[in-house]
């Protein structure tokens, strides 16, 4: 297991909100940094570079007053559809952003631009060959992407992806995939990852920038309303079936979609919802300070009660 020293001492908690598209934005990642978590966001959730710096520069400001805040993030697609890249990069290295999460491609330049001012840099994968592409790259950290998780998921369980990235890869590992609770951050700390990628949970607070139907039905929904498939962006992901049936699409007769394409992506997700299978846990939408504080004080009782098991006496 390997935390970053940048990191070391600056967390409350082993976790990272991840970076949702059209859902985190400036309110989720300050009070999330603030609370003790990483909080993070999609560049491409500003719709232009413009955008994009100014949200930078909000974050900067507002958590300039808590000097004890966790860093921030942000998540950048490398992926030859996404023109805005190169200018998101170079206004990423220009706010030293403190931690770069890349998603669909590994890029060895991408990740030494981040390293050329002493950022972290974590990749998400699916699978092992995903891995090994990643550590090749030089980031600092992998993201297993597990089964069960919202958004771009795999369908490895999370202790065969954890075990075979540790194989190839001696860096940071984080697991994504139906994280919802302390005691579920606990469990994953004990399988080998240091630290967890949160957000279907962080999809379901006051601060997400989605609409109240969205909220309500991420409550109201279970594991058995999620739908692993490619047919909406051309890349499988999980998504919400009521929200197929609310667009007039047949969750179970849809349409191949083909390639993935950045742009149409955009359009897809706005009407048809993302959100991972431990949706069913899910019963409230609190606030993002007390639903760390929550997850903060069920984990130390999970690890407490771990180190008191009496099968793991000597």
Known sequence: MALPQS???????PAIAAPMFLASGPDLVVETCKAGVIGTF??????????????????????????????????????RSNARLSRDLDLTVSHRVPVVITSLGAA????????????????????????????EAGVDGIIAVSAGAGGHAGML?????????????????????????GAQIAAARMMGADLVYMGTRFLATRQSMVDAAYKRMLVESRAADI????????VHANFLRPSLVAAGLDPDNLVSHGALEVDNEVKAWKTIWSAGQGVGAIDDLPEVSDLIARLRSDYALAMAGAASDPFAEK
């Not at 990191?7 to 908690?13: A, K």
């Not at 930078?56 to 805040?69: F, G, S, V, Y």
């Not at 369980?157 to 609770?181: C, D, H, N, R």
């Open 7 to 13: 990191l070391s001492g600056r967390l409350r908690l």
């Open 157 to 181: 369980s999370p202790f065969a992806l954890i075990s075979e990235i540790a194989q190839v890869f001696s860096g940071t590992i984080i697991l994504s995939g139906s994280i919802g609770t």
């Open 108 to 135: 060895r330049e991408v990740a030494d631009a981040v390293h050329s001012y002493g950022g972290l840099i974590f990749h998400d994968v699916i699978n092992r060959r995903h891995a090994e592409k990643a550590a």
């Open 42 to 79: 999609p560049a491409l959730n500003q719709r232009t570079s413009e955008g994009y710096e100014a949200w930078l520069e909000e974050i900067e400001a507002r958590l300039a007053d808590t000097p004890a805040a966790a860093p921030f993030g942000v998540n950048l697609i490398v992926h």
């Open 227 to 234: 739908l692993y498939t490619d047919a909406i962006s051309g």
